[in-house]
């Protein structure tokens, strides 16, 4: 598990120490000092590649996020369903729904991702907002919305078991298909 969820404040840790170390050997001109120097860079590297190579869950949450936004912009049924849990049976059919009555005109911006993980990881709340153009019912416009999606891990993956729309000022819960 990776101590922070960034690789930015070990490397700029790394950073410091590397330039102290140089300042030293240029006022020493002793090779301890640029010895040093070059291990905190090869440091401040490795730990780029760490980060790079550890998913957090997440990041896995807010990747399927992107997936089912994409899916669902694409008009993918099965796609988009795959992204919800099997047991939300209406929440299923509210999708199927939506898919067939909403068209995204472009592509949808998420802004504002916040995701909040509980319960040792196995349930997580993604908080987001999803700006762009649409048609719904036959009239087309543009509107930010904001959403709150929650999450369970069931057998390895991360499903969607609740989804509410809220007010993009006031954050109360909105009907997920009104205007």
Same mark, same amino acid.
């Given at each position: 598990? $990776?101590?922070?969820?960034?690789?930015?404040?070990?490397?700029?840790?790394? /950073?410091?120490?590397? !330039?102290?170390?140089?300042?030293?050997?240029?006022?020493?001109?002793?090779?301890?000092?640029?010895?040093?120097?070059? !291990?905190?860079?090869?440091?401040?590297?490795?730990?780029?590649?760490?980060?790079?190579?550890?998913?957090?869950?997440?990041?896995?949450?807010?990747?399927?996020?992107?997936?089912?936004?994409?899916?669902?912009?694409?008009?993918? !049924?099965?796609?988009?369903?795959?992204?919800? /849990?099997?047991?939300?049976?209406?929440?299923?059919?509210?999708?199927?729904?939506?898919? &067939?009555?909403?068209?995204? &005109?472009?592509?949808?911006?998420?802004?504002?991702? =916040?995701?909040?993980?509980? /319960?040792? &990881? /196995?349930?997580?709340?993604?908080?987001?907002?999803?700006?762009?153009?649409?048609?719904?019912?036959?009239?087309?416009?543009?509107?930010?919305?904001?959403?709150?999606?929650?999450?369970?891990?069931?057998?390895?993956? $991360?499903? !969607?078991?609740?989804?509410?729309?809220? &007010?993009?000022?006031?954050?109360?819960?909105?009907?997920? =298909?009104?205007?």
């Amino acid at each position: 598990m $990776w101590v922070t969820e960034t690789a930015i404040p070990p490397m700029i840790i790394c /950073s410091i120490v590397a !330039v102290v170390l140089f300042v030293q050997f240029y006022l020493r001109h002793q090779i301890k000092y640029i010895v040093g120097c070059l !291990v905190m860079t090869g440091a401040i590297v490795g730990f780029y590649f760490l980060e790079q190579s550890i998913i957090t869950e997440r990041e896995r949450v807010e990747a399927d996020l992107y997936g089912l936004i994409s899916a669902f912009e694409n008009k993918e !049924v099965e796609p988009t369903l795959s992204y919800f /849990s099997p047991r939300a049976e209406g929440l299923r059919r509210l999708v199927r729904t939506a898919l &067939n009555l909403v068209t995204i &005109n472009g592509q949808l911006r998420i802004t504002d991702v =916040m995701t909040e993980l509980k /319960s040792e &990881n /196995s349930i997580a709340t993604t908080h987001f907002r999803a700006n762009g153009a649409a048609t719904f019912g036959g009239i087309s416009g543009s509107s930010p919305t904001r959403w709150e999606l929650t999450w369970q891990k069931m057998g390895g993956e $991360w499903k !969607v078991t609740k989804a509410s729309r809220l &007010n993009p000022i006031t954050g109360e819960t909105l009907h997920v =298909m009104s205007r």
